[in-house]
């Protein structure tokens, strides 16, 4: 199941994170809407430790035989708040995978992140841009990293990863579930 725009607003909507820039749905990594009213810093202060979520998917890559990344899957709003926010170093062939639906330019930002990560923007089965070690941010305001159009997901790697794999802008992205999709886990 993907995070549909409706659910994603919702999410806003409870004041989750908010940025100057726009409303922000996800907690390290931030979707922007529109320009709404800002929700109050406290807001994004964390309440828990990092999230670790199970590996779901691997994007393997094109070259035989080519090395599989292993993605953590958020799939409720609050995993999609909290990201990546709080985690160390992810390890090589290591990341998360956000999926959109539909496809909407994107905005992420690296708010409490710990490390600095590579953000893959993704769509149609390709790379259309990569966001390389962007750095955390440890209080706001934090830059935003914006997708160059509509994007239909972002893989997030330790930073440095895109490049030590090869990847660039055109690079084919082929990401597989490990088994069938499960239910989102309740929050």
Avoid: K
Wanted: include cysteine; glycine fraction near 8%; hydrophobic fraction near 45%.
């Amino acid at each position: 199941m993907t995070m549909t725009l409706a659910a994603r607003l919702a999410l806003a909507v409870t004041g989750l994170a908010a940025s100057g820039l726009g409303l922000s749905v996800l907690g390290m990594s931030a979707l922007s809407v529109s320009r709404l009213a800002p929700i109050p810093q406290q807001a994004t202060t964390p309440a828990q430790p990092p999230q670790f979520l199970p590996i779901e998917a691997q994007w393997c890559l094109e070259a035989e035989p080519g090395p599989c990344i292993q993605l953590e899957v958020p799939r409720t709003p609050r995993q999609f708040a909290w990201g990546l926010m709080q985690r160390p170093a992810l390890g090589a062939l290591r990341g998360m995978w956000f999926r959109f639906e539909p496809e909407a330019p994107l905005s992420f930002w690296m708010h409490r992140t710990l490390v600095p990560l590579d953000l893959i923007f993704l769509r149609a089965g390709r790379v259309i841009a990569i966001e390389a070690a962007a750095p955390p941010c440890p209080r706001l305001p934090c830059p935003s990293y914006r997708s160059p159009g509509p994007a239909d997901g972002v893989v997030e790697l330790d930073g440095g990863e895109a490049a030590r794999l090869g990847l660039r802008p055109g690079s084919p992205v082929l990401i597989r579930w490990n088994g069938a999709p499960s239910a989102p886990a309740p929050d």
